[in-house]
């Protein structure tokens, strides 16, 4: 466990004299980059923060560090960002035959929202219990572009057989994996503080964490409505997930608010740690303590710039070869750009993530899964997306 702290003469003038303490949870081992280290440190002279706790994916974010769990007196929504209630859930999905091929065909078209009236008969709804958060069905249903996907992956090893059995998972069951966020609300939301405070605090905690909340349980909502259309689409009965952790958000905690970027709860809950469409992600047992933040990684992280990856996987793949993964998974992805982008070269090695939270004390590894189909977006050149080209309605917001 590395520790860092802001030198002195590096402080702007009205921040304490004495920073917050930086923890960084990584091996020597682990790819983290300077500046993701340098903007730690500038979140650690912000007025109030007390402790900023670096995950083994932390790597550089648009003025604030990804992968990160910072501790604060003052509440800070552009260290959240923009896509608030972004996270991560498991499904169980029983299937009676996993043939990638067959099954990537049937994906349904996630980049299509669900319309309360055009699809008033879609069964997906049935997941919907009482209103919709916030009012806001633009984008309900749909994965969103990014890092975001949903995925059909079988439990490869069983690495703790007590966790395991706790969660119903053994060897080759079936799950589905569905990453994604709040659509546009939580970019709605944090356009409204920063038109006004810019990257100040929220003048106003208590209006900002009603309309937070709002979009943290509308991310929940949604991965639900997302896998309960995959399963459908695929010919299974939904199920409720096992594991549904958000990644993106503040808690209040001990009096203290608990902002998370790219960091989930480790405090005794489950966490789908990710890893990349061509490596196995793990199911991990959090039980991080006050010096993590009570947190623990979401994923592998990225250590390539989108446009770095862009530029090199042109140079070295052609869309077909990461169409087919190294683990033989198949990837749905009609954006050409957005393969390459997401390449799983331009991300860290997720077995070092989950090395390092072990060696840390701070997670238990449960199961390993490897991805059978990951969908990201709809390739519309294929016959199946040719068939879904003249159903599409307005789509929402990546």
Not at 24 to 45: H, K, N, T, Y
Request: aromatic share 4%; net charge neutral.
């Amino acid at each position: 466990m590395s520790q860092h702290h802001l030198p002195r003469e590096s402080l702007p003038p009205s921040a304490p004299t004495t920073p917050a303490t930086v923890t960084v949870f990584a091996s020597p081992a682990s790819w983290i980059e300077s500046e993701a280290l340098a903007q730690c440190q500038q979140v650690a002279a912000l007025d109030g923060m007390l402790h900023v706790a670096g995950m083994p994916d932390l790597h550089p974010g648009k003025g604030a560090p990804i992968g990160a769990a910072m501790a604060s007196t003052v509440l800070y929504p552009f260290l959240v960002g923009s896509d608030i209630g972004c996270g991560i859930a498991v499904f169980p999905i029983r299937l009676k035959r996993a043939v990638p091929e067959r099954l990537a065909a049937r994906f349904p078209d996630l980049d299509q929202a669900l319309d309360p009236v055009r699809d008033a008969d879609d069964p997906a709804w049935a997941v919907v219990d009482g209103d919709v958060p916030a009012g806001h069905l633009d984008g309900l249903g749909t994965v969103g572009r990014g890092n975001h996907f949903v995925e059909l992956a079988r439990v490869d090893t069983i690495l703790d057989v007590r966790h395991a059995t706790r969660l119903g998972l053994d060897a080759g069951d079936l799950v589905l994996i569905v990453h994604s966020g709040s659509r546009g609300l939580g970019e709605r939301i944090l356009r409204a503080h920063t038109e006004v405070h810019g990257a100040g605090a929220a003048p106003d905690p208590a209006a900002y964490l009603a309309v937070h909340d709002d979009a943290v349980r509308w991310g929940s909502l949604n991965r639900r409505v997302l896998a309960a259309r995959v399963a459908h689409a695929l010919g299974a009965a939904p199920a409720a997930p096992i594991v549904d952790q958000c990644h993106n958000l503040v808690e209040v905690r001990d009096g203290v608010y608990l902002h998370r970027k790219g960091a989930a709860p480790g405090d005794g809950r489950d966490v789908l740690v990710a890893g990349t469409r061509g490596t196995p992600s793990y199911l991990v047992a959090a039980h991080a303590g006050p010096e993590a933040n009570h947190s623990v990684a979401h994923g592998a992280g990225r250590k390539m710039s989108r446009a770095d990856a862009l530029r090199r996987g042109r140079a070295k793949h052609t869309v077909e070869e990461l169409r087919r993964t190294p683990v033989g998974s198949l990837v749905v992805c009609g954006d050409r750009q957005l393969l390459f982008e997401e390449a799983p070269t331009a991300y860290k090695r997720i077995e070092q993530v989950i090395a390092d939270l072990v060696a840390h004390q701070l997670a238990t590894p449960v199961v390993s899964t490897t991805p059978l189909v990951t969908y990201k977006t709809p390739d519309l050149g294929s016959a199946a997306g040719a068939d879904r080209r003249g159903h599409r309605g307005r789509r929402g917001r990546s």
